[in-house]
């Protein structure tokens, strides 16, 4: 069983550059989530999705910001007119619906927006 | 918002030691999470705790939900180098257990000296 795998692993942009990332979830877990993660800090929460259908928006989520997942199964983040602001490591993650909270988290994307 | 406070923030302890560390919020959860994070990886899921005064462990590590459902406990038995991480407790804020977003602590940097 593989486990969450993100790609790319790491990417560079320059300001104003739009980006998109992929996450592909444990095959079997129907929950999958985004958070992005600045150094020094936990995890915060950006979007969930149950299957296909978006649930849960953060209000760190802005316009630019926009995550798909159009058949229940990988899911994409994009990030629009990138910021300095926006340079973290953005964390997906996954779980089976009705097994408690547990989250399993891929390595993330390591973004730097120079 | 819900806020959880790790501490200490950071620990530098010689191996074989054994190490406490803990999580508190001002409001109840219903679950408590204990990851623990690599540089540059994804937060890896080491203990999950569902009940009031549940104490589960795994290997050296030994994790309690406290009694008032306000705090979490991390223990970890006779240290080794590979202990060396960034741990953090995670919980979904009150009322959010159907989403299971979770947010984090700002974690506790273990550093183990050989």
Redo the contacts between chains.
């Keep these: 069983d593989t486990g ?1 795998s ?1 790609d790319p692993r790491h990417k560079i942009t320059k300001r104003g550059q739009n980006v998109t990332f992929r996450c592909d979830p444990i095959s079997e877990h129907n ?1 999958l ?1 985004w958070y992005r993660q600045t150094l ?6 950006l979007t ?1 999705f ?1 299957n296909e259908a978006q ?2 928006k953060s209000r760190l989520l802005s316009d630019r910001f926009s995550a798909e997942r159009p058949k229940g199964s990988f899911s994409t983040l994009e990030i629009q007119r990138t910021e300095q602001g926006d340079s973290a490591m953005y ?1 997906c ?1 996954s ?1 089976p619906s009705g097994t ?9 994307t ?1 973004l730097t927006v120079t | 918002g819900q806020q ?1 406070n790790q501490s200490p923030q950071s620990m530098f302890i010689q191996e074989g030691e054994d190490v406490s560390m803990n999580c508190t919020s001002s409001s109840i959860f219903n ?1 408590w ?1 204990w ?1 623990k994070q690599d540089p ?6 080491l203990i ?1 705790l ?1 009940k009031a005064g549940e104490l589960t462990s795994n290997g050296r590590l030994t994790a309690q939900f406290g009694i008032t459902r306000k705090d979490s406990f991390l223990n970890i038995s006779a240290s080794i180098p590979s202990d060396v991480g960034i741990y ?1 407790c ?3 804020p009150f009322g959010s ?1 159907n ?9 506790t940097t273990l550093q183990v000296k050989p």
């Design positions: 969450v993100q929950r989530y020094g800090q936990g995890p915060e929460f969930y149950q649930l849960e964390l993650a779980s408690g909270n547990e989250q399993y988290f891929g390595p993330g390591r | 959880l679950t999470l990851y540059g990886e994804g937060p890896v899921l999950a569902y953090f995670a919980g979904p257990s989403t299971g977003k979770l947010i984090f602590g700002q974690g």
